[in-house]
């Protein structure tokens, strides 16, 4: 079946880590995204990629970094420069660039121990 | 004041209730609007789609855009226990390549058998 995969479902990190969240898809989309979400805040951009090999800050990408090295694959880092790491965080695809119409895999629950 | 507004909830009806979930907006510029149904922790899906102002209907979800008064809604009839999740608007000016996605906070509702 076609769709989104992330992992890890949950994962927690330690003080100074760096963590990476992995988001794979196989719908041969053009354009890839990856939000945050907290209680009560919706959701927020923090990374998209609209082409491989380039990607665009949203607006809350300090602490984060990404690549987008195949079109198939948007890891997410979320770097110790993070200080407020706990969310629940949402990749997206899309077929065309920057469209509205958004696919997402099912998250990944991101802890600080 | 947000771009976009959306009352939390939570809302909670009996099997059978007519639902209206609403957003209102600031930016006159939008004119792409969406609704995505959220399971609890899970990604969220694409419910509808609509361009312009008017009314958009499939099975019991309509959804309606009024941009005079920069508003928008989402009924759904006959409500089922099923239809218990998180509801999110999303807006977007522009086209293409133009433009970004603003999300809602959420409207968490709960359908009682």
């Known amino acids: 079946d076609g769709g989104i995969t992330q992992s890890p479902k949950y994962l927690f990190r330690k003080e100074g880590q760096n963590v990476t969240l992995s988001c794979e898809q196989n719908l041969n989309h053009d354009a890839m995204y990856w939000y945050r979400q907290d209680p009560g805040q919706g959701l927020r951009l923090i990374y998209y990629s609209q082409i491989v090999n380039d990607f665009q800050k949203g607006d809350i990408a300090e602490g984060y970094s990404v690549s987008r090295e195949k079109k198939e694959s948007f890891p997410l880092t979320v770097t110790s420069a993070q200080k407020n790491p706990t969310a629940f965080y949402l990749c997206?695809?899309?077929?065309?660039?920057?469209?509205?119409?958004?696919?997402f895999g099912s998250g990944t629950q991101l802890s600080v121990l | 004041q947000k771009e976009v507004e959306q009352d939390p909830g939570p809302l909670s009806v009996p099997e059978g209730a007519i639902v209206s979930l609403n957003c209102t907006y600031s930016?006159?510029?939008?004119?792409?609007f969406m609704w995505y149904r959220q399971y609890s922790r899970k990604g969220p899906e694409l419910l509808m789609y609509?361009?312009?102002?008017g009314n958009k209907e499939d099975g019991r979800f309509t959804a309606q855009v009024d941009k005079s008064s920069k508003y928008i809604s989402l009924f759904i009839r006959d409500s089922q226990p099923s239809d218990s999740a998180t509801y999110l608007c999303?807006?977007?000016?522009?086209?293409?390549?133009?433009?970004?996605?603003?999300f809602g906070q959420g409207t968490t509702l709960q359908v009682k058998p």
């Open positions: 999303a807006m977007k000016n522009g086209s293409g390549n133009t433009g970004k996605l603003i």
């Open positions: 997206a695809s899309s077929t065309r660039r920057v469209d509205e119409k958004l696919f």
């Open positions: 930016n006159s510029a939008f004119q792409y």
């Open positions: 609509t361009y312009s102002s």
